[in-house]
């Protein structure tokens, strides 16, 4: 079993929807990092969260550490939000560089 | 700012060749951190410089090195190329460890 796991692992929606990605994690964290992969390559930073919540823009990160998920929200989704979302855990290990990784959710967002 | 860079963008090897990737952090990030993303095993960390010290290594064989120079620029090499190392090779850069990690475009690696 993956430390970090997400679901769904493909997601299409219409313009316009709300949209969840979830993320659930098995060991101990100091903070959950979530990203934005764009086709061609490049990883951009949305989120890096340790408690509560998180807004910037149309996107909303959440995490319950008692429950060890996270949540990512987009509202009003855009078919410019198309693109891979990871998440991936920071270790209670004194470094915010040593980054485990979910398998990430592809998003397509259609008119 | 300008924001982290990484060169060649693009890189076709043959087996049993060795590499160089570079990467410039953003000005003023200290620490270095290298990632791999393979269709198969997805990203995956490499190691972590900082302040030209190797801080943290992930799980790779010793054909994978790196170093990180005065400047907080950072160079990683893989030696003896083999098929498996085509990858996606990703630079990510922040103030210090324990800051928010900024990403590069990443150098793609195709091994034939």
């Known amino acids: 079993k993956n430390e970090v796991e997400q679901s769904p692992q493909n997601l299409t929606a219409q313009e316009g929807e709300f949209i969840t990605i979830n993320c659930s994690y098995s060991v101990g964290i100091s903070a959950l990092h979530w990203l934005q992969q764009h086709p061609g390559g490049g990883i951009v930073s949305l989120f890096m969260?340790?408690?509560g919540k998180k807004k910037h823009g149309r996107l909303i990160a959440t995490i319950n550490i008692q429950e060890k998920h996270s949540s990512l929200h987009i509202t009003a989704s855009h078919p410019r939000d198309s693109a891979v979302y990871i998440c991936a855990r920071v270790p209670p290990t004194g470094t915010a560089s040593k980054l485990t990784f979910g398998t990430g959710t592809r998003l397509q967002v259609t008119l | 700012k300008a924001g982290v860079t990484q060169t060649p963008r693009y890189l076709i090897k043959t087996r049993g060749q060795q590499v160089t990737l570079s990467c410039s952090p953003i000005s003023g990030h200290r620490s270095v951190s290298w990632y791999q993303q393979t269709p198969g095993q997805g990203l995956q960390f490499l190691f972590e410089?900082?302040?030209?010290?190797?801080?943290n290594k992930g799980n790779f064989p010793g054909r994978f090195s790196g170093r990180q120079f005065s400047n907080s620029r950072s160079e990683m090499n893989v030696s003896t190329l083999e098929l498996g190392d085509s990858a996606l090779y990703l630079c990510?850069?922040?103030?210090?460890?324990?800051?928010?990690?900024?990403f590069g475009p990443g150098t793609r690696l195709t091994v034939t």
């Open positions: 410089y900082f302040s030209e010290t190797q801080r």
């Open positions: 990510a850069s922040s103030l210090s460890p324990l800051y928010e990690q900024y």
């Open positions: 969260l340790s408690s």
